[in-house]
């Protein structure tokens, strides 16, 4: 369970989703630090320090192990890791016969494979007192995405079976492996991909039952649930949070 001035971090939390999950989880009192690439993890930690929140920023490949093992040895020299968020993640959309060998394995190292390493270096941490690991699924993991994003999408599918299986091998060491899997959430990253960003609009009419896309607001909500004590009892549950997209 996480309690006040736990520590958590959020890879790939400069901006979109994962800035609104590191805001959540330090307005709650944790310790946070984004965990991110480039300039744009230290603007944000300094814009939500500046709102009083305990932020920090590191600079983190989660493509590299070492990288995220000394992500999770920073944050320890702080605060006791209680919460590790595998948020970072890449997509595009490309037909499945013009991917490259280099394109596939590239999003997997990010999307994947950084997710497992990512849940590695936690549980290292935390083993011997437990602590909640959440992933960044997707809708994606269970359906087709409605244009051209095989690689993507196996690989969402994969961070599901893998928070699964995580979750049963964790469990007697008291560490909850839990996803959340977003549907089409509003954000520049969703935006950029897209030759034509209206079709967001017209899509949330008329495939998501609440009619309306999503915020991220709304994933970091369900982030901030999973890790907390009223999910105590839950592990190796991926939460959707769709608008009903799926139904």
Not at 220 to 236: I, K, M, P, R
């Amino acid at each position: 369970m996480t309690q006040q001035g736990s520590g958590a971090l959020v890879t790939g939390g400069a901006r979109g989703i994962g800035r609104a999950i590191a805001e959540r989880l330090a307005r709650r009192g944790d310790t946070v630090f984004i965990g991110d690439l480039g300039a744009t993890g230290a603007a944000t930690a300094a814009e939500l320090s500046a709102a009083g929140l305990s932020v920090q920023a590191m600079e983190l490949d989660v493509r590299e192990p070492e990288s995220l093992a000394e992500a999770v040895a920073s944050v320890e020299e702080v605060a006791p890791l209680a919460t590790m968020v595998n948020n970072a993640g890449v997509g595009w959309i490309r037909p499945l016969i013009e991917v490259t060998p280099q394109q596939f394995d590239d999003l997997m190292a990010v999307n994947l494979r950084g997710v497992f390493f990512g849940i590695q270096a936690a549980a290292r941490a935390m083993a011997g007192r437990g602590g909640c690991i959440v992933n960044t699924a997707s809708t994606s993991g269970f359906t087709a995405s409605t244009t051209p994003m095989v690689p993507y999408d196996t690989s969402k599918g994969a961070v599901r079976m893998l928070t699964i299986a995580a979750a049963r091998e964790l469990a007697p060491a008291g560490i909850r492996v839990n996803a959340v899997a977003p549907g089409t959430v509003d954000t520049d990253l969703t935006r950029s991909i897209l030759d034509d960003p209206g079709v967001l609009e017209s899509q949330a009419a008329e495939r998501i039952p609440l009619g309306r896309l999503g915020r991220v607001t709304d994933i970091a909500a369900a982030v901030d649930f999973l890790s907390s004590a009223d999910a105590s009892y839950v592990t190796g549950h991926v939460l959707v949070v769709d608008g009903g997209w799926l139904t």
